[in-house]
């Protein structure tokens, strides 16, 4: 089955810096790579996906690039605001299978 | 556009006794997942349905867990009996597609087993 790390496992970083989080899998039939948003107590959320056939996207202060060839896609975000602290999860999926979410990584941004 | 829902959004049962949780997807999503959140953990799949039939049930501990979907729209979850060790948010998501497509969760239930 699909094996997913996410690093790190926790990133602190002062208000408008820049924050990068990597997934990477196993599964090499993954074609779709979303990025999971999930505030202390709430349900997980969408923030940003990516397919096999793009190499990266961008809204607004949210990336996903994806190298699918080393197998490992990444989530930035830039001008960070506290309201992105949070824990976010990586998904690799594919037709077929399910989504496997990784283990979280905590953002902590610093006022 | 109504969200997926959950029922109950807490529960608190002791050990060995039986609990269910029931979830109404978005309407026209075939796929229905359930996953198990322990606190700190990311959400591990229990049971994915596509319509009424089950996909994936391969992490699903089935001697005490079960989990049906009938006429393919609601599902519920059960438990029985609970152990210490289910205390944890049962999520509920549905989607579009199989794997491919964005996954809606609900509000999820807060399980308690003391």
């Known amino acids: 089955g699909e094996n997913v790390e996410q690093h790190p496992s926790t990133l602190s970083v002062q208000e408008g810096d820049s924050a990068v989080i990597k997934c990477t899998y196993s599964?090499?039939?993954?074609?779709?790579f979303p990025w999971y948003k999930q505030e202390l107590g709430k349900r997980p959320q969408l923030i940003i996906d990516?397919?096999?056939?793009?190499g990266e996207k961008k809204d607004q202060r949210i990336a996903v690039t994806l190298n699918k060839t080393a197998k490992h896609f990444s989530l930035h975000i830039t001008e960070t605001q506290p309201e992105d602290s949070a824990v976010y999860f990586c998904?690799?999926?594919?037709?077929?299978?399910?989504?496997?979410f990784g283990p979280g990584t905590r953002l902590s941004v610093l006022p | 556009e109504a969200g997926v829902a959950q029922s109950p959004r807490y529960k608190i049962i002791e050990k060995r006794q039986s609990v269910a949780f029931w979830c109404n997807p978005i309407?026209?999503?075939?796929?229905l997942y359930w996953y198990q959140q322990i606190l700190g953990q990311g959400p591990k799949l229990l049971i994915q349905f596509q319509n009424n039939g089950v996909v994936d049930d391969s992490q699903l501990p089935k001697d005490r867990f079960s989990a049906e979907r009938l006429k393919g729209v609601d599902s519920t979850l059960k438990i029985q009996p609970a152990k210490l060790e289910d205390s944890a948010v049962y999520l509920c998501a549905s989607s579009l597609g199989m794997g491919d497509t964005e996954a809606f969760f609900g509000q999820g239930t807060r399980l308690t087993v003391v």
């Open positions: 309407s026209g999503h075939a796929t």
């Open positions: 990516i397919r096999s056939n793009v």
């Open positions: 599964d090499s039939a993954s074609n779709y």
């Open positions: 998904a690799p999926g594919d037709y077929g299978q399910n989504f496997v």
